[in-house]
DNA sequence: CGAGCAGTTGAACAACCTCAAAAACGGTGG
DNA sequence: CCACCGTTTTTGAGGTTGTTCAACTGCTCG
């Protein structure tokens, strides 16, 4: 749900003593948790349980997960490490979240949470900035669904895991696709049908080269080009407090 | 863009008398600011301008507005009065955002605004409740463009603009659509014919009655049959530091 | 080996889109 | 007040993308 402060990934070591020379991050906040496995498949909460924890996945993947109406469902996101689940105002939760693989996760009840952001003031810009990168996520998600074709949705999804997951080395990336082609599909606003021929498609056509059960690799250029967002800095890392600017023209 | 802070007109008066005399709300930090005012169809600011203000909006409406790739247009929300637009954290902005009609706002630089939040700590769960409101829109209108028909989109779109600006005395809601059919289509991932079509389809239905230029009246428990999302309370107004107990079933 | 499930493939269909033209509106200037 | 023009909206006919329904493959796990 919220990006992950790749910024803080690589803390110097130091030994939390309360409060006083630790470098505050969100994930500090949950450091003393004790880890919680969730099986594949089962749920961490549901849509509309009472809100009473915020969840930091430590490993593994989560669905975000509404059902409308007639049982229609929509994955609103999915939740890598690093990331937190379950922050909102609200009594209750608006979503459920959901276990793609084995996740781990540290748990922090929502009343502690808040007190801790109070407590400690350079928290709360970051929790401000995660807030704000989801919402620039949604956006990005409404821009996918509301014009994309059914083969730029998968494109830029592939790019998305590529970004969060993947691993990258000079320009091209391999991703793993651990949730089902109905998760997919529920996330893209499409069917499973739908996304297995465009997979096919793309793969047919050399864009995607499948590697190993659920795993694919492309070259990061040429399948952001066929994502529809040709916008410069779109595709490329977020420019936080980093500019990036890897980008040539042609293999 | 941000949900009108509906929860505190009406708050009960058992809770948390603190500040008597001055109650700061997100709208006083705008209070002593001169109001501006924007011709409709001319821009508050472009996507991916220096994000140096905030504003508040008096009176209007205005468009927010995202251009994909090769000149693919998404509305991702209208910014009613009440409403901020503006906040991020990266230094440009995602989004532009275009008057509609006519519109009066109040403008803060972010900088200060910033500060504004940090002194005051009672404005900063007002903020953040803003935040996850915009967020919990972001998700409905990603359910909305995943799922729905064109139909149902209409009708949550009447629905939303009868909670917002709606006149509504016993069920009935007469609102008013100052945008044109280009927008309202961009905003729901829709052509202006499919608009038009089942605006036309939904008045001789019944449904929907036309009222003056550009308004409509229709009764609010039937357009939220047709709206798709059936859900018990999604259609009601927000419970936000309401604790409802309202479910059964068994604990 | 067979049951069960996820994924793929095919054919018919529907919802929505595209293109085109007509109609309604709103402003402007006689 | 009316005629004119540009713009927005409506309406129509035909085309496309993605869906639906259904059969089939292949994998995993008893």
Redesign the interface.
Known sequence: MFAAEREYQFRPSNVTSIAAATPPTLASVFKSQPIETIQAGSALFWE?DPAKHIFEVVEGVLRVV?I???G?R?I?GFVFPGDLVG?????RY??GAEAVTVTKVRRFARSAFQEKI?QC?EL??KL??R??????A??D???L????TAEERLCSFLLLLARRTGAISKSTATVDLPMTRQDIA?Y??LTIETVSRNMTKLTARGMIVPKGRHGYQFKIDRLALLA????AD?NSYD??DMVVGQRFGRP
């Open positions: 509309r509404r409308i109406g007639d229609r929509i609103t922050i909102s105002m609200k009594d608006l979503y109070n003031p709360r810009p401000f900035a807030l704000c990168d989801e919402m620039a949604a956006q998600q409404m821009a669904l509301a014009c994309k529920d893209l606003g529809g967002d040709d916008d779109n420019d936080h």
